[in-house]
């Protein structure tokens, strides 16, 4: 029963080096987000799918591309860090939006 | 544009007392939802709040909606040190997606 998994946990990157976090749900829920949480600002949502094989822009896309392959798998990709994607990441998960969210551990993201 | 904001930004206490935190949000919801975030730890769900309700509880924690004045509470009552966290809310609207405040940050003193 472990809900929401987020790998890695921590992650130290170079500017214009590329990423992809990963988010791995096991309750199959059909809604998956991803939020960035920066001090003094609250969560961000980046990107989210409402669906296998679906996705939507948020409100901070820029930088970012994700993808939903599997109902299970929510990817979310840098393609060339810049220091301002320096922030801890968090995927949450959801049956439907009359529902709570199951939020992951979140990845701490450094970029250099 | 994020819809809910908390108020207070920042509240401290003692162990017994309640805690107080209020949000305010722009337009019109499906449902409001509190949640907590122990510092380094992702958000954990606390309470859901519909539109056609105005009060709702949970343990220790009461929740009320006011819709006319587009804002919310929520009550912890009885607090403990453990309760020591920061405190969202989030509006759902007519999207697939959750719009969440910048919190309100509890500190229980022993």
């Known amino acids: 029963n472990a809900g929401v998994t987020q790998t890695p946990k921590f992650r130290v990157l170079k500017t214009g080096q590329s990423m992809t976090l990963l988010c791995a749900q096991d309750?199959?829920?059909?809604?998956m987000y991803w939020y960035r949480q920066d001090p003094g600002m609250g969560l961000r949502l980046i990107h989210y799918?409402?669906?296998?094989?679906?996705?939507a822009k948020g409100e901070v896309p820029d930088g970012y591309n994700v993808s939903r392959l599997k109902k299970q798998n929510f990817l979310l990709g840098l393609e060339s860090a810049a220091p301002s994607q320096t922030s801890v990441y968090f995927c949450?998960?959801?049956?439907?939006?009359?529902?709570?969210?199951?939020f992951g551990s979140g990845t701490r993201l450094t970029v250099v | 544009s994020q819809q809910g904001e908390e108020d207070p930004q920042a509240l401290s206490i003692q162990e017994g007392e309640n805690a107080t935190m209020n949000c305010s949000y722009k337009?019109?919801?499906?449902?409001l939802q509190w949640y907590r975030q122990n510092s380094g730890r992702g958000l954990v769900h606390l309470i859901l709040?519909?539109?056609?309700?105005r009060e709702k509880h949970s343990g220790r924690l009461r929740v009320t909606l006011d819709t006319s004045k587009k804002s919310s509470s929520l009550l912890i009552t009885a607090s403990r040190a453990a309760d020591t966290a920061s405190y969202f809310c989030?509006?759902?609207?007519?999207?697939?997606?959750?719009?969440f405040g910048t919190g309100t940050r509890l500190q229980v003193f022993p």
């Open positions: 709040i519909r539109s056609n309700e």
């Open positions: 989030a509006t759902a609207h007519n999207t697939d997606k959750l719009i």
């Open positions: 337009t019109s919801i499906n449902n």
């Open positions: 799918s409402v669906g296998e094989g679906t996705t």
């Open positions: 949450a998960s959801s049956r439907d939006l009359g529902y709570g969210y199951t």
């Open positions: 309750m199959n829920h059909e809604y």
